[in-house]
C-alpha cells in the first residue's frame, strides 16, 4: 500500500495524505496520528524484548495486548494479564515471520479495550467518506488470545453505532485516508471509542458478492470500482441514507485446539440453521488446524443472510454452542474437556 501511495503521487493520481504512510501501516504510529489529530487512542509502546519490556510495563496497567506492529488476521496478538505473560508473548514472536510475510524486529505492547466491537467499512473520494457497511463483532477470550467468532450486520443506526461510525471517520481523517477503500477496527469501552486499527483496504481476502449485494444492493468492490470509473454516480450515493435490505453475518468457525480433522458431524446442522446462505472454506477430513484462533477460516466459514436480524443472531448463537460443545470438527488429539470461551466483547 505504501508502493501504491507513491506510485500514484508519481503519476498524479488521487491518493492517500503522503506524509502519513507511516500512520496507516504501523500501529504505534497510527496511534500517534490519532493524538496529534486529537482523538483519545491506546497507549502503544514498542518493545524488542528484554529490558524494553520491563521499562514498558510501567507504563500500563495490566492487563495490556502485544501485537506485531504490521500483520493481520489476529496473528500474534496475545492478551497478557501478567508481566511474564507479557515476555512470554514478545519472545515468541519476535524474530518470526508474521501473517504479512514480514519478519517480527519489534512488537507493541498497548492497552487491552474491552469493549464491544465493531466494523465501519467505507469508501473515500477526496477525503469524504462513505459508509459501505457496519457491522458488530463478536469476540471470545480463549486462554490468552481474542477469538473473532462472528461479525454481524448492522441494520439501524442506534446511538452507539453513529457514535462509533462518527469517531471511525475522525480516525480516517487523522491517519490521512482520502481515496478508495478502508476497513477500520474500533471498541466501544468504558471510556468512549478507540480504534483497534485502521487497514486502507477492503475487509478481508476477499467479499461473497451474492451475500452483501443481498443485503446492502453492493460490495464495498463495487463502490471502490464506481468511485473511480463512475465518481458522479458514487457522490450521488452520499445523498442516501445508510439503509441495508436484509441482515447478514459472516462467523469463522471455531475448534478448540489445534490439531487434525477426524470428522465433520456438525455440518448437516449448521446447514439447516435459519438464514445460512453458504458455507466455504471447510476443511477436509485429515486436515490439520494449526492456529484455530486466527480469523483466516482455517476451519471453515459460515455466512448467514436473512430480513429479520434477530433470525440471525438465534442461528449465530446455535452455531457457537454446536462448536464450543466440541460437535462441529472431530479433532485429533481429542479435546477432553472442549470448555466454553470466556465472551469478552460483542
Given at each position: ?195 483497534i486499527e485502521v487497514n486502507a483496504r477492503i475487509m478481508g ?142
Amino acid at each position: 500500500m505504501t508502493t501504491a501511495n507513491l506510485l500514484s503521487h508519481a503519476l498524479g493520481l488521487p491518493h492517500h495524505v503522503d506524509s502519513l504512510m507511516l500512520a496507516r501501516r504501523d500501529k504505534a504510529a497510527m496511534n500517534a496520528a490519532l493524538r496529534d489529530a486529537g482523538l483519545p487512542s491506546a497507549h502503544t509502546v514498542k518493545v524488542q524484548g528484554g529490558d524494553d519490556i520491563d521499562s514498558a510495563l510501567e507504563e500500563f496497567t495490566l492487563p495490556v495486548i502485544v501485537k506485531p506492529v504490521d500483520s493481520a488476521g489476529g496473528d500474534g496478538c496475545v492478551v497478557c494479564w501478567q508481566a511474564s505473560d507479557v515476555a512470554a508473548a514478545v519472545e515468541a514472536a519476535l524474530g518470526q515471520r508474521n501473517l504479512l510475510g514480514i519478519k517480527n524486529s519489534e512488537m507493541l505492547i498497548q492497552d487491552y479495550l474491552d469493549g464491544q466491537q465493531f466494523i465501519v467499512n467505507t469508501v473515500s473520494i477526496g477525503g469524504r467518506h462513505l459508509v459501505s457497511d457496519v457491522h458488530t463483532v463478536r469476540v471470545d477470550r480463549v486462554g490468552g488470545r481474542s477469538v473473532m467468532r462472528h461479525s454481524l450486520l448492522v441494520t439501524e443506526m442506534d446511538a452507539s453505532a453513529t457514535l462509533m461510525v462518527q469517531f471511525t471517520l475522525r480516525c480516517l481523517d487523522a491517519v490521512g485516508i482520502r481515496e478508495g477503500a478502508a476497513h477500520t477496527e474500533v471498541r466501544l469501552t468504558a471510556e468512549g471509542p478507540r480504534l483497534i486499527e485502521v487497514n486502507a483496504r477492503i475487509m478481508g481476502a476477499s467479499l461473497e458478492p451474492s451475500l452483501y449485494r443481498t443485503a446492502l444492493g453492493y460490495t464495498q468492490a463495487d463502490l471502490v470500482a464506481e468511485r473511480f470509473t463512475n465518481p458522479d454516480a458514487f457522490v450521488a450515493r452520499f445523498d442516501s441514507p445508510y439503509a441495508p435490505h436484509a441482515a447478514m453475518a459472516m462467523a469463522f468457525l471455531y475448534v478448540s485446539e489445534p490439531g487434525t480433522v477426524v470428522s465433520s458431524p456438525g455440518l448437516d446442522l449448521v446447514r439447516t440453521l435459519p438464514g445460512l446462505h453458504s458455507m466455504e472454506k471447510l476443511p477436509a477430513i485429515g486436515a490439520t488446524i494449526a492456529q484455530p484462533w486466527m480469523c483466516t477460516g482455517q476451519a471453515g466459514m459460515a455466512y448467514f443472510v436473512h430480513r429479520q436480524r434477530d433470525l440471525v443472531a438465534a442461528s449465530l448463537d446455535r452455531l457457537h454452542r454446536l462448536e464450543d460443545d466440541g460437535q462441529l470438527h472431530r479433532m485429533w488429539p481429542p479435546t477432553a474437556h472442549p470448555g466454553h470461551p470466556s465472551r469478552r466483547a460483542g
